[in-house]
Nanobody, 114 residues
Framework: QVQLVESGGGLVQPGGSLRLSCAGS????????MGWYRQAPGKQRELVAG???????NYADSVKGRFTISRDNAKSMVYLQMNSLKPEDTAVYYC????????WGQGTPVTVSS
């Protein structure tokens, strides 16, 4: 069964940084395009960053220039470096394939607040 385990979230002040990690079971990370998604309270889940097998990246306009997605296929890991965080980045962050599978991990909560 496919598993995705996110980690690295927490409470950070506006302007701060966090690095999220996602561990994927099996070969999922090396086979599929991957993405980081987020769901803020009362809002739909949205894709914020994607990365192809070849390493090409794309970002939502709201995070462009602040977030960086990367992958390590050998370790089956996907990362999201988040800089210059804003209160509107507060959400639960998930990784999944892009487009996403039905199976989601638990996510990792990020709270940006002073």
């Amino acid at each position: 069964q496919v598993q995705l385990v996110e980690s690295g979230g927490g409470l950070v002040q506006p302007g701060g940084s966090l690095r999220l990690s996602c561990a994927g079971s099996g070969s999922i990370v090396s086979i599929f395009p991957m993405g980081w998604y987020r769901q803020a309270p009362g809002k739909q889940r949205e894709l914020v960053a994607g990365i192809t097998k070849g390493g090409s990246t794309n970002y939502a306009d709201s995070v462009k220039g602040r977030f960086t997605i990367s992958r390590d296929n050998a370790k089956s890991m996907v990362y999201l470096q988040m800089n210059s965080l804003k209160p509107e980045d507060t959400a639960v962050y998930y990784c999944n394939t892009d487009p996403p599978m039905r199976t989601w991990g638990q996510g990792t909560p990020v709270t940006v607040s002073s």
